[in-house]
C-alpha cells in the first residue's frame, strides 16, 4: 500500500525535528538482516537512548536538506537504509552499530552525520573507537592529577630520606 502525500510530509517533519536535535547520526545497511535480528539491534540502541528508525532515501534526502544537512548523493548509497539518532551520546550510536557489524556480517555501516556534518564510514568505525565520556573524564582527571601527586612524592622522599639518615646514625650509635 503507497503512503499518502501527507503521511510523507509528516514524516519527514519528523525526521527534519529528529535531525536538528540529534547529536550524531549513523547511516547503517539492514538489507538481509531477519526482523529478530534488527529489533536485537533496535533493543540494544533503545536501552542507549538511541533511536533506529528504517527510512525511505528520498525522504531522507528531502529532510536532510530542510535540516540544513549537505549529503552527498551517495551518502545514503541509493538503497533503503536505516538512521541511528543519538539524541543524548554522540558516540553511542556508532558504537553500538560498530559492534554489530562485528557480530552480523550483514548489517554495515555506511556513513553518518556529526555536528551537522556529513561524515563517512571509516569516520563512525573511528568515532566507535573512541572511549566512553566517563573514561575520557577518568584519564582527564588523572592526567590533571599527575603533577601534584609527582610533587607530594617528590616532597616526601626527602623526609624519608631524612628519616633514613638518622635512623642509620641511631643504628651507629
Same mark, same amino acid.
Given at each position: 500500500m503507497a503512503i499518502t502525500r501527507q503521511k510523507k510530509e509528516e514524516l519527514v517533519a519528523s525526521l527534519v525535528s529528529k535531525l536538528k536535535s540529534a547529536k550524531s547520526v549513523v547511516f547503517t545497511d539492514y /538489507?538481509? !538482516?531477519t526482523v529478530e535480528e534488527l529489533d536485537e539491534? /533496535? *533493543?540494544k540502541l533503545r536501552a542507549e537512548g538511541v533511536e533506529l528508525k528504517v527510512v525511505k532515501n528520498t525522504l531522507f534526502q528531502i529532510a536532510s536538506k530542510e535540516a540544513g544537512i549537505e549529503l552527498s548523493k551517495d551518502a545514503t548509497h541509493n538503497h533503503p537504509f536505516a538512521v541511528a539518532f543519538g539524541m543524548e551520546d554522540e558516540v553511542a550510536? @556508532? %558504537?553500538i552499530a560498530f559492534e554489530y557489524s562485528k %557480530? *552480523?556480517?550483514k548489517f554495515a555501516i555506511v556513513g553518518g552525520v556529526l555536528e551537522g556534518k556529513e561524515i563517512s564510514d571509516i569516520m563512525v568505525k573511528? !568515532? @566507535?573507537s573512541l572511549p566512553s565520556r566517563e573514561q575520557l573524564l577518568g584519564q582527564l582527571v588523572g592526567t590533571i592529577a599527575a603533577p601534584m601527586s609527582g610533587m607530594v612524592n617528590v616532597l616526601a622522599g626527602n623526609i624519608r630520606g631524612l628519616v633514613n639518615v638518622l635512623n642509620a646514625v641511631a643504628e651507629q650509635k
Open positions: /538489507r538481509g !538482516l539491534v /533496535r *533493543n550510536p @556508532a %558504537k %557480530k *552480523n556480517d573511528s !568515532l @566507535a
